[in-house]
């Protein structure tokens, strides 16, 4: 009709990616910290051990020796297939023997980059604020694995860069390079998909979590029965990255299936998105029951209802990867024969005792991943915090005191509790294995003794948390440094001043060693007294301060 305006067709809603880049580039702008601490603490590793194993392994006959780590059934478990060590050079040593320890990292900061960036953000309802402009539906998670594309991309430049740097031979310096950065973007996709199905930031890195630690067994299982690994291992994307060979007879294509994974694992994302509503996940929380038991009441019970689900997710863990290893001590003993002074200095200095070493190096590998759960747990605790979720709680009879020491206090039980059990589980495999029954005592005390060195890290972040919240992430890089010093601070020739900075080597390897007594009082003192001054700081800071 004359003077109406013709009609247009209007879409019912933005297009699915609309913002995308500027969401990035605010991502990119809150993570301006965090993930250049991240790379650059990661290829730092590459420049460290460019620079020092040259000083360490000065011989071609060193090289050799060092290199039957990587070779044995110890070494498939705790590195990888040792490619590259028949002719050992340092560029193979880094590879295979270290290699394995930057697709972790790699892995973590994906892990942790995704969920802050989707699940974090909806839950805290700043992504219901950013939805209600002209932003599509999946332009947040489009935004998020962008940031962790530009950020594995640079890691892998920056990894391959600091073996240039350390003046190592630059081969397959990009190779191996790429094999660390698509190995945190299988994991970035992996959590892509679990932060759709839980509605908790803590669940969903938990779950992602799991699958890593899924993938480190199975390539571990299927590395340590075949020298090169087996089809077991191929069922590991970690696996993906170590079959490229690097410095061996370097191969692009295994990066290939880790490229169908991202596409194939990201396109499942997408879907999951559609079917679930803005801050909900696919798996709905259970419906709580409208009257609360008795045994609720109290702080430490709504601590320990808050972890039950972290505790038993890592208890089951655990639990499997302890009865795989144990299970295989059989197999253990019977690769002890002509063993380099090297490896035995790793496993604990006496290759007469190599079990009980092995015993003592399992028991540190698994507090490490116990001291993995309690720095998430205090991390759940300024969760807690930033969601509002604290506010309810505090104001109501419940003090600063009892809410801050309930938490750290129910996640050190947890520790005492995952130590205990993995023990027990360990020494019951190894017993059988071995048909010696006594493992299952001394497998028990070897995890247990290191209570006090989990706790100190606990302690350290607790203290964080009270004082500096947002600076909770260094604890990681103690972390970091007594995991590398741990395993293979023996053969890196160390200042004594250097290994006293990580409070797991004061801790005694059982059942080779004896109980070091003060060193456990000590650190049990310097624990509490952490603890005691991270709650002053807590009390005297503003609740949600930075």
Known sequence: MPG????????????????TLILARF??????????????????????????????????????????????VVGALLSGPGYGLADPSVESLIVAIYGLYFLLLAALMNILLVS?????????????????DVVGRHAQLTAALLVAVVADLILALAVAGSIAAAGL????????????????????????????ITAYSRAAAGLSGAILGLAYVLRAAGDAMREGGSALSWLSPL?????????????????????????VTVAVAYVLSTRRDLGAGLV??????????????????????????GLIGWGCALIASSALYGGIGNSIVASFEDLPDQLVEVMGGDASRMLDGYVGTMALFDALLITVFVILGVGGLRGEE???????????????????????????????????????????????????????????????????????????????????????????ALFGFAMVLGFFGAIMDLPGWVHDLSPFEHIARLPMDTVRWPALWWLTVFAGAAAALGFLGFRRRDVHSK
């Open 4 to 19: 109406v305006a013709p009609h247009r067709r209007v879409s019912p809603r933005p297009q699915a990616l609309v913002g």
């Open 284 to 309: 709905p929380p259970r419906p709580g029951s409208p009257h609360a038991p008795r045994w609720l009441n109290s702080p430490s019970a709504l601590a320990f209802r808050l972890q039950r689900a």
């Open 116 to 132: 802050r960036h989707t699940r974090v953000e909806e839950q805290n309802g700043r992504a219901e604020l950013v939805r209600a």
């Open 169 to 196: 031979a630059t081969d397959d310096a990009l190779l191996f390079g790429a094999s660390v950065g698509m190995a945190g973007l299988v994991f970035a996709a992996v959590t892509a998909v679990t932060v759709q």
């Open 239 to 263: 696996a993906w990255s170590q079959q490229t060979r690097a410095y061996a007879d370097g191969r692009w294509w295994p990066l290939g299936l880790s490229v169908v994974f991202v596409v």
């Open 386 to 476: 930033t969601r509002g979720r604290a506010d309810p709680v505090l104001a109501t009879a419940v003090g600063r005191r009892a809410w801050y020491f309930a938490n750290i206090g129910v996640t050190a039980l947890g520790a005492v509790l995952l130590l205990l059990v993995t023990g027990l589980v360990f020494g019951l495999s190894t017993a059988l294995s071995v048909g010696d029954g006594g493992y299952v005592w001394a497998a028990t005390a070897a995890h247990l003794v290191y209570l006090p060195a989990v706790l100190v890290v606990l302690a350290v972040a607790a203290l964080l948390y009270g004082v500096a919240p947002r600076a909770i992430g260094a604890t990681w």
């Open 27 to 72: 991502f990119l702008r809150r993570d301006r910290v965090k993930l250049p601490a991240w790379i650059l603490g990661i290829a730092l590793m590459g420049l460290y051990y460019g620079s020092a194993l040259p000083q360490i392994y000065q011989t071609e006959d060193d090289l050799r020796a060092v290199s039957q780590f990587g070779r044995g």
